[in-house]
């Protein structure tokens, strides 16, 4: 992940530059990350108004807190492989779990899908966290950023997230869920390709 994305830019300036001259630690805000998650996940899971509102905004600020805790550390001098792989498996939790969330909260939301919602949301969500899982991976073995696929324009591509609170927002959560139970494993099975090298090397 590029450390300069227009994300980081907003998290910066409404998280971290407040929070340099602190007792906060990195860990703090990764742990506030994992909170948000959660609780977006929860929100999400009842699969109606407000809660749909109030968990893609949980999940929104998750988002922050995901950019904030990284740069905080590189701000202070309070990086570690500890803290860096803490984060990626907060990702892997909250980027796969909202997923599942909107897959029950649309199982009994009157949606089109029925119970297919809950296994189109695990599929996506498992998807995800494989993805994340080949990243820990390769990093274990090449070091930090050795499983990047870089950014443009500002934009990296961890940043399709904020697609999710914005549909869920909005209550387009079933197309949103068919876009994620599809794009997510296609997307996984790209990086494993990419990266296959990477992962099958020996410690």
Known sequence: MSHNTWLHKISRTLIVKPLVRTAVHPNHLTIARLVT????????????????????????????????????????GRTSSS????????DAFCNSMIFVGLGIGLSHSHSAYGLGAIVMGLVAGMSVAAILGMVI????????????????????????????????????????????????????VFFFIVFRRKIFLRE
């Not at 999400?44 to 999940?59: D, H, M, R, T």
């Not at 988002?63 to 701000?75: E, H, K, M, N, P």
């Not at 803290?83 to 907060?90: E, N, P, Q, R």
């Open 37 to 76: 998650g959660v609780g977006a996940f929860c929100s999400i899971s009842f699969g109606a108004s407000p809660w749909l509102q109030i968990g893609s905004v949980c999940f929104l600020v998750s988002i922050l807190f995901d950019r904030a805790d990284g740069d905080l550390a590189r701000l202070t």
């Open 83 to 90: 803290g860096h792989k803490l984060d990626l498996m907060s």
């Open 137 to 188: 991976k390769v990093e274990s073995l090449q070091g930090a950023r050795a499983a990047e696929l870089g950014s443009a324009a500002g934009f990296d591509p961890d940043d399709a997230m904020c697609v999710v609170p914005i549909a869920v927002f909005f209550e387009f959560g079933e197309g949103l869920l068919l876009l994620a139970a599809i794009g997510a494993p296609c997307f996984a």
